[in-house]
């Protein structure tokens, strides 16, 4: 049986693993930064992420509801307050709404998830079922992918106000606040999953259920890109 990683190890094969596999490398994305996607790709993409986005607070309800701690329910459920905010005009969701909008969808038949894509649908829903499957340390592992969150919206920030000028600067509202959200989360989250993987293949299974995430990022990407090639 392998031996335990040290702590500093083991944050550097997360690390590893979730960097060569995020999908800041999709050939989607890689064009998106890129500004080689046509406007109707870009609405393509914000309605399919939205679905994706309105996954998130039922997939944080789920990691709430797994554990008896209730420090940890306490910092938790912010996630789930930054996702839905406290008011119906708040929060990420609104905040993507409002993006959608700007790049001339209908809000209304955003919510409705009508163009959603199938694939998508069911991969997003997956990490749903995912989370609600696992264990505790699994499901929180699983939100690594934040570790590489601030790079990728300080670039998408970057790369909408150059490529994609149509799309007006308070729009681009989500991405600004998930650059210093997604690092307070994401230290949380590996606090915890180093805390609490107390043996070798407790760690293997958060790796492995990190690269599950990715995989579902990727996932969402490949569908859009099938969809709409051009």
């Known amino acids: 049986m392998a031996d335990l990683l040290d702590a500093e190890a083991f944050v550097a094969v997360l690390r590893e693993e979730g960097k060569k596999r995020y999908h800041d490398l999709h050939p989607?994305?890689?064009?998106?930064?890129?500004g080689a996607l046509s406007r109707r790709q870009i609405q393509a993409w914000v309605e399919n992420r939205y679905y994706y986005q309105t996954r998130i607070p039922l997939k944080d309800a789920t990691v709430l509801s797994k554990s008896e701690d209730p420090a940890f329910?306490?910092?938790?459920?912010?996630?789930?307050?930054?996702?839905?905010?406290?008011?119906?005009s708040e929060g990420g969701l609104a905040q993507w709404e409002r993006l959608a909008a700007g790049?001339?969808?209908d809000v209304g038949r955003l919510r409705s998830h009508a163009d959603v894509l199938p694939a998508v649908r069911f991969a997003c829903d997956a990490y749903v079922t995912f989370v609600r499957e696992r264990t505790l340390l699994e499901a929180v592992a699983s939100s690594l992918t934040e570790f590489f969150s601030p790079d990728i919206m300080a670039r998408r920030i970057a790369a909408w106000e150059t490529h994609y000028p149509w799309v007006d600067g308070p729009t681009l509202a989500y991405f600004r606040g998930r650059v210093g959200r997604a690092k307070v989360d994401s230290e949380e989250a590996i606090a915890f999953v180093i805390a609490h993987a107390s043996t070798r293949a407790e760690q293997d299974a958060c790796v492995a259920a990190l690269i599950r995430k990715t995989?579902?990022?990727w996932a969402l990407l490949d569908a859009v890109e099938a969809r709409h090639p051009a």
Not at 28 to 33: A, D, N, R, S
Not at 73 to 88: A, K, S, V
């Open 28 to 34: 989607f994305h890689v064009k998106m930064h890129a």
């Open 73 to 88: 329910r306490r910092r938790w459920i912010r996630r789930i307050h930054d996702h839905d905010g406290t008011l119906e």
């Open 103 to 105: 790049v001339g969808l």
């Open 215 to 217: 995989e579902i990022l």
